[in-house]
Structure formats: structure tokens, C-alpha cells
């Protein structure tokens, strides 16, 4: 069974521009969700996904947007980067609402 | 916002001791869980709670969702070296939006050989 994947491990992007983070979900596991950990913190949620619609979001600016695919895969898109949305962005699948499984996290950083 | 306070922040133990840690918040929680993570990983699912007074055991873990549904702990017993790392709890809300897991501040762990 693969677990959830995401791309890339690592970005650096410049103030002003944008970017997308992909995710894979666990197979068998029909719901995404996104979340920013900043150093030394916990993880913030984002949004999550499921059948494609947005099912719950967290407080977030409307910069940061999503995707979800019929796959069930999906992207987290921010635009107009800030310093302070350097992060790690982790991804985390589940069937529906249950125990939320997590990926590697794709390590932000933002100059 | 929600909040889950979670303590201690840090803990520095001998091999083979126990550890207990646990979080608390003002709100009611649907479910209780527990992470382990480490440097460069995300976090690993540990443990899953979904009943007030549910005591669940995976080998060493154990953990507990309080009865008033607003609290949770987790102990680990005779500690070895690899259990080092950072301990979150997290939890959904009784009235919750959307399958948001709301995360304690965590609780780092060394074990000293």
C-alpha cells in the first residue's frame, strides 16, 4: 500500500510570486487535506478536499487555494508569497473524516 | 480560536523510564489523536481515540480520551532511545468543520542512553 506522497521536498520562491504543491493520497482514502506547520509550531489547517469540493477551511486568506482531482490527488496553490508563508506544508489522506494520514511535507521557504 | 494546551513542552528522560504527556483544551473534542514527529518527516499516526473513557494500547503507547471529552493523554513505558522526537495530540470538535484536526504545541522528547 503507498503511503501519501507529496512534490517537491524542497522550494524556494521569492516574495510577489507563486506556487503549487502537489499531493498523492494513500490508496483507498478519498479526502485531502492541507496544513501549514511554521518552526516549533503544530500543524494549522488549511482546507480540505473531498469529491473535488472544498470541505472546511481554516483561517487562511484566499491566496491560498486548492484543488482535488477525480485520482483523489490534489494541489495547494498560494499566490502572492510572503516571508511569513515559509513553512512546511504538509498533506494528510483519509477515507472521509477518519484518522488522517500524513505525507513527508514539502519544505517552503520564501526569500 | 480552539486551542489544545499540551504539556510538557520538552522532556529529557533516561532510557527505560515511563513518560507521560497529555493535552487539555476548554472545548469538547469528537475524537482524540496522537503523533509522532521527526526531523524532516511529517507526522506519523500513533494512536486514535474516539470514545470518552477509550484506553488504547499500541505496544509501549498507550493513551486515553478523558471522560469530560476535553482532554487526552499519552504514556509511554520503559523508553528506548528511537522514541525520540515531537509528540502532538491533535483532535476534531464535537461541531466540527469540515475534518479540521486542531494540534497541541507538541512535546519534544530526548532519551538519553
Known amino acids: 500500500e503507498t503511503g501519501v506522497t507529496q512534490s517537491p521536498t524542497h522550494l524556494i520562491k521569492t516574495r510577489g510570486q507563486q506556487v503549487t504543491l502537489r499531493c498523492s493520497s494513500q490508496s483507498g482514502h478519498n479526502t485531502v487535506s492541507w496544513y501549514q506547520q511554521a518552526l516549533g509550531q503544530g500543524p494549522q489547517f488549511i482546507f480540505q478536499?473531498?469529491?473535488?469540493?472544498?470541505?472546511g477551511r481554516g483561517n487562511f486568506p484566499p491566496r491560498f487555494s486548492g484543488l482535488q482531482f477525480p485520482n483523489y490527488s490534489s494541489e495547494l496553490n498560494v499566490n502572492a508569497l510572503e516571508l511569513d508563508d515559509s513553512a512546511l506544508y504538509l498533506c494528510?489522506?483519509?477515507?472521509?473524516?477518519?484518522?488522517?494520514?500524513f505525507g513527508p511535507g514539502t519544505r517552503l521557504t520564501v526569500t | 480560536g480552539q486551542q489544545l494546551n499540551q504539556s510538557p513542552q520538552s522532556m529529557f528522560i533516561q532510557e527505560g523510564e515511563d513518560v507521560s504527556m497529555n493535552c487539555t483544551s476548554s472545548s469538547i473534542f469528537n475524537t482524540w489523536l496522537w503523533y509522532k514527529q521527526e526531523p524532516g518527516e511529517g507526522p506519523v499516526l500513533l494512536i486514535a481515540?474516539?470514545?470518552?473513557?477509550e484506553l488504547t494500547s499500541n505496544g509501549r503507547l498507550t493513551a486515553q480520551f478523558g471522560i469530560t471529552r476535553k482532554d487526552s493523554f499519552l504514556n509511554i513505558s520503559a523508553s528506548i532511545p528511537s522514541d525520540v522526537g515531537i509528540y502532538f495530540c491533535a483532535g476534531t470538535l464535537i461541531y466540527n468543520q469540515g475534518g479540521k484536526l486542531i494540534f497541541g504545541q507538541g512535546t519534544e522528547l530526548s532519551v538519553k542512553p
Open positions: 481515540l474516539y470514545k470518552a473513557g
Open positions: 478536499y473531498y469529491r473535488e469540493e472544498e470541505n
Open positions: 494528510a489522506s483519509s477515507r472521509t473524516q477518519s484518522e488522517q494520514y
